[in-house]
């Protein structure tokens, strides 16, 4: 079935340090592929969104884009910021209608 | 920006007890999903409905779960004898319509405690 991998539980960085989060994926058909990101006390919220092979999704300073080659759909940021902490999920949605999520990445900003 | 309602935001049960967890999705939603999070990280599918019939569901909700939406303005997710690994997160999400490009938006979950 389709799945999704995130190898990094966890991201401690320092304010404008680069972020990069990595997620691959498996599906056998043409995916949709998302970022929602997840605060404290919150449900998850999305983030940016990639229907396209080869596009680029960006929103607020993150960007990822759709890799088909690789099946990849890493999340990228320049700069990051203190309020950039919570908790990351790449999904997508393939086969079936349900939206299939990584484990999370939980990302800590120091100041 | 979407509002996904959940109710109660916590919910405390002793082992054995029924709990039951509302939802009211965003108006003119079609398409309503339930899932479970535990310790903040893993969203585990449990069902989904679309248009108020439910389509796909694991097998622990067949089992132990009932899920109905008996409107397109409000669901109920419940679980009919409480078991302590049933502590976790609840979240109902919905989106627009059936395609598998529309976007879910989550409410901010119940926090169920089983005791």
């Known amino acids: 079935g389709d799945s999704v991998t995130q190898k990094q539980g966890q991201v401690t960085l320092s304010e404008d340090d680069f972020l990069f989060i990595n997620c691959t994926y498996s599906t056998t058909t043409y995916p949709t592929l998302f970022w929602y990101v997840q605060y404290p006390g919150q449900g998850p919220q999305l983030l940016l969104k990639?229907?396209?092979?080869?596009n680029k999704g960006i929103s607020r300073g993150f960007e990822a884009t759709y890799d088909k080659g690789t099946t990849s759909f890493h999340l990228q940021k320049a700069s990051v910021q203190e309020s950039d902490s919570a908790v990351y999920f790449c999904?997508?949605?393939?086969?079936?209608?349900?939206?299939?999520f990584g484990l999370g990445t939980t990302l800590q900003v120091q100041p | 920006d979407a509002a996904v309602t959940q109710k109660p935001r916590y919910l405390i049960k002793m082992k054995g007890q029924e709990a039951e967890m509302k939802c009211i999705p965003e108006k003119g939603h079609t398409a309503v999903f339930w899932y479970q999070q535990k310790q903040s990280k893993e969203l585990k599918f449990l069902i989904y409905f679309q248009n108020q019939q439910p389509l796909d569901q694991i097998d622990m909700v067949k089992e132990r779960f009932s899920a109905v939406c008996p409107s397109s303005s409000l669901c109920s997710l419940g679980i009919r004898t409480c078991e302590a690994e049933d502590s976790a997160l609840y979240l109902c999400s919905s989106s627009q319509s059936e395609g598998s490009q529309n976007t879910l938006y989550f409410g901010a979950g119940t926090r169920l405690s089983v005791l």
């Open positions: 990639v229907t396209t092979a080869n």
């Open positions: 999904a997508l949605t393939g086969n079936t209608r349900k939206l299939i």
